[in-house]
């Protein structure tokens, strides 16, 4: 089946839902989505969006924080935008009615979460924040926004000039192609290629994967976020217990109830993502368990219903006042190459969100900084498009250079179980080494051909395809910085300072800065003209 239309969106999450409910003022939008609308990892985020709301906040304050917790591996333009456009897109959501969680005096409630100076998260639903605001954007999304389930993207497909011009998909009914003017990514991270997640497990990098098997720039797949605290039962990740748990008084401790933080950074239980991540990993190497200590939080049933049901669900009783936890893969901070409007080094080929790299959340990203990336960049790349975008008149496509050569894949429980052991909180050569001969090497799947693959084959090879970016950027960046930490280099080197990891077409270089010079600007023409 073929379908033409003006806008294919990939992914269901926030930032295609935002970008969405933007762009049908004046497009036609087929939306495109491998699972349900409401199976996505923005709707299962608890932890809140990040945006200066109050009197006592400033948003130089939280720019400091989000370069602070990154380590400084940022665009910091790009930041800024995040920090200020972010503050009048989600007081625009708060006007049109999200129900933001309120105190009895009925101010906006602000917590506060690890690696913020002050106190500046928003809540819905205590901690439902994703599932409410997916659920508010679904309700605006108009008619002319068709919604296209479990169905999977494949391949992107390009024109003569280069520019991307649509996407083949599947599903239980056979193969689709859809033409555009423009194919926006926004299919979310890649948290699934390891074995414990806070992600959906069909979270493994498929956007990530179709842009650079369509040549587009990739880069940051070293800096994997490590969240430390998932429910974690008999040896298996449960879900997530937010970070706002923290924030609200809980505490990590051993088995025998020692804090585990102590003395170890400025700001304790809530310092940034991979210092506690790190902590509680040495810890459980050690053959401890890790909790979380809740006894300091007052009505927790009600200020955490969705972690009170997740604990229930797996006879963890809220009673006993401690959550048994371990660190698990939650943010992809690389991806594929994007300035603030979406723009990729592919023309009119957009990504926005998780899967994309804007350079916002640095080595390691900011307490409940997704969201507000999600809405924020959502609305910047669709507003761009309202006042420039045009219609593509070139469908012809160049011969296909694919091939019928098969990747050689390891069963995915395999591939989960060896990422995380060799490429998750901690790395070394050695191990990463042992893990690169069994991934395919990043400049072998460019022409690879999924037509004849059934859908999980095609989410399996994806999974390939991320991992070994992951490995291969996490062997090249020789230093710890942020979420990438290196037991054989564990310290920051002052040479990989503002130096980006980019593969592109089969080759992996370093360069300063994320951008090539002029890259964007070349865009432009070919984008917005």
């Not at 625009?92 to 500046?120: C, M, W, Y």
């Not at 819905?124 to 605001?133: E, F, M, N, R, Y």
């Not at 006894?295 to 959550?323: H, L, Y």
């Not at 603030?340 to 926005?352: C, E, H, K, M, N």
């Amino acid at each position: 089946m073929k379908i033409e239309t003006d806008i294919v969106i990939i992914g269901s999450g926030i930032a295609a839902l935002q970008a969405a409910r933007v762009l049908s003022k004046r497009f036609s939008i087929h939306l495109i989505t491998k699972s349900n609308i409401r199976n996505s990892s923005s709707y299962r985020a608890q932890g809140g969006i990040a945006a200066v709301i109050s009197q006592e906040d400033h948003t130089s304050l939280h720019i400091q924080d989000t370069l602070h917790a990154g380590e400084y591996h940022h665009v910091e333009a790009h930041v800024e935008q995040l920090v200020k456009v972010g503050k009048d897109a989600v007081q625009q959501l708060i006007n049109q009615d999200f129900p933001v969680d309120r105190t009895v005096q009925g101010d906006i409630s602000l917590g506060l979460e690890g690696a913020h100076s002050k106190p500046r998260i928003l809540h819905s639903g205590g901690d439902a924040t994703g599932k409410v605001l997916i659920e508010h954007l679904i309700k605006e999304l108009p008619q002319n926004v068709e919604v296209h389930e479990h169905e999977i993207a494949y391949e992107l497909l390009l024109n003569t000039s280069g520019e991307c011009i649509g996407v083949k998909t599947k599903n239980d009914s056979g193969d689709s192609i859809y033409y555009a003017s423009y194919v926006i990514l926004a299919t979310g991270g890649a948290g699934s290629v390891y074995a414990c997640t806070s992600n959906c497990p069909d979270s493994v990098g498929d956007g990530i994967a179709l842009a650079y098997l369509a040549g587009a720039q990739i880069t940051d797949m070293e800096f994997v976020q490590f969240h430390p605290s998932l429910l974690y039962i008999n040896g298996t990740a449960k879900g997530l217990v937010s970070e706002a748990v923290r924030g609200a008084g809980g505490y990590f401790v051993d088995e025998n109830g020692n804090r585990l933080m102590e003395g170890k950074h400025p700001l304790g239980d809530l310092a940034p993502r991979h210092v506690t991540a790190y902590e509680m990993y040495k810890e459980r190497a050690k053959g401890n368990e890790v909790y979380l200590d809740i006894s300091g939080i007052a009505d927790f049933e009600r200020k955490f219903p969705t972690i009170t049901q997740i604990c229930q669900e797996n006879g963890v009783s809220i009673s006993q006042e401690r959550i048994p936890i371990a660190p698990g893969s939650h943010f992809l901070m690389g991806g594929v190459v994007a300035d603030r409007y979406g723009r990729t080094s592919i023309p009119r080929l957009l990504a926005v969100g998780e899967v994309a790299c804007t350079g916002v959340h640095g080595a390691n990203r900011l307490a409940s900084n997704s969201l507000l990336e999600g809405i924020t960049f959502g609305k910047l790349m669709a507003e761009k498009l309202l006042l420039n975008g045009t219609k593509q008149w070139n469908f012809q496509e160049p011969p296909s250079l694919a091939s019928d050569e098969r990747l050689t894949l390891l069963a995915k429980e395999t591939l989960q179980n060896e990422m995380l052991d060799k490429a998750g909180v901690i790395r070394s050569i050695k191990d990463l080494i042992k893990l690169q001969k069994l991934l395919p090497t990043y400049n072998q799947v460019e022409f690879f051909d999924f037509s004849g693959c059934t859908k999980q084959q095609i989410e399996l090879a994806f999974m390939h395809i991320t991992a070994s970016l992951i490995v291969n950027a996490a062997l090249l960046r020789k230093e710890s910085r942020g979420a990438h930490i290196r037991t054989d280099f564990p310290s920051k080197c002052q040479d990989w300072q503002n130096k980006w990891v980019v593969f592109e077409k089969g080759k992996m270089n370093v360069r300063d800065g994320l951008y090539e010079q002029n890259q964007t600007a070349n865009d432009v023409k070919a984008i917005f003209q």
